[in-house]
């Protein structure tokens, strides 16, 4: 049915061997002829993975998702069979006959704000996913991930995943972003445990000090759920367009788009949104070649 879309996979480390998770993400890049990708999640709560019956705590799973990683790779790659001798998993004579359609392999993306996630990321991803903080908190953690990757030879994409409240006005949006977390609040269904992982310790944080920054971003909701609900940009269209494009020129490339509501209006909006960052871009990057 399509010819463009590609497929983020997430696969949380852990609950299935690397070599039948590599297998089948091959299989599905067959399938796909070439348009799968795959999203590394360590898991951000011990109480989380111990729900699946993983009680590692957070160093230890780490550590696994590097061994994990090596063994995936060479599995996606390997040319001949091969063993592994490790803390967490021990291979034999593995090797598959499922190779996919993309080379080396398909894109790995991964995040985590912490030493050890940004650290996993320089040596294994090719793309970072990036904690959706204010512009300031995102260039020292851009800063980090760029030298971590440096100090391994690699250079990584970003990807930023992003919360949309729009309205035709901007005092309209921030009307109706308030209104949802006025309601939030009053449902019981917030979170109250503090957050464990570092990028949600940093947007609440930040939350605390502010429900407002920079141009057009809202941590009200963040704050309601310790940072598991990432912030929102709020606004009109061409105000979350001039907001997202400043991640833009930061060297953000990619942006998922999530909205909290979804109303005839919303669609509406959504879709000019993502007509008016497409020309934003465009624009810049034409700006960009010119320049060269």
């Not at 940093?202 to 000090?209: D, E, L």
């Amino acid at each position: 049915a399509t010819s463009r879309l590609r497929i983020a996979s997430a696969h949380r480390v852990g609950l299935q061997a690397p070599t039948l998770a590599a297998r089948s993400l091959a299989t599905l890049d067959r399938l796909s002829n070439g348009r799968t990708a795959v999203h590394i999640i360590q898991g951000s709560t011990n109480a989380d993975q111990q729900r699946d019956g993983d009680h590692l705590p957070k160093e230890e799973r780490y550590r696994r998702s590097a061994e994990f990683l090596d063994i995936f790779v060479r599995e996606l790659t390997a040319s001949e069979p091969f063993d592994y001798e490790g803390a967490f998993y021990r291979i034999r004579d593995a090797r598959s006959d499922v190779l996919p359609i993309q080379t080396p392999h398909p894109p790995i993306s991964s995040a985590g704000s912490s030493e050890a996630g940004i650290a996993l990321a320089a040596r294994y991803s090719s793309t970072f996913a990036i904690t959706g903080e204010p512009i300031e908190g995102t260039v020292e953690i851009l800063g980090k991930v760029r030298k971590a990757a440096d100090a391994e030879g690699r250079s990584l994409k970003f990807w930023r995943d992003t919360n949309i409240i729009l309205a035709e006005t901007d005092a309209e949006a921030w009307e109706k972003a308030e209104r949802f977390a006025a309601l939030l609040a009053r449902s019981g269904r917030t979170v109250s445990a503090p957050a464990e992982a570092v990028g949600r310790q940093r947007i609440v944080s930040i939350a605390q000090k502010s429900d407002r920054h920079d141009r057009a971003l809202f941590t009200g909701i963040s704050k309601l759920f310790q940072g598991s609900v990432g912030p929102a940009f709020v606004g009109s269209v061409e105000t979350v367009t001039r907001a997202v494009m400043d991640y833009y020129d930061l060297g953000i490339e990619t942006f998922s788009i999530g909205l909290p509501a979804i109303t005839e209006e919303d669609l509406v909006l959504r879709a000019a949104l993502i007509e008016s960052l497409r020309t934003a871009a465009a624009e810049r990057d034409s700006l960009r070649r010119q320049t060269a």
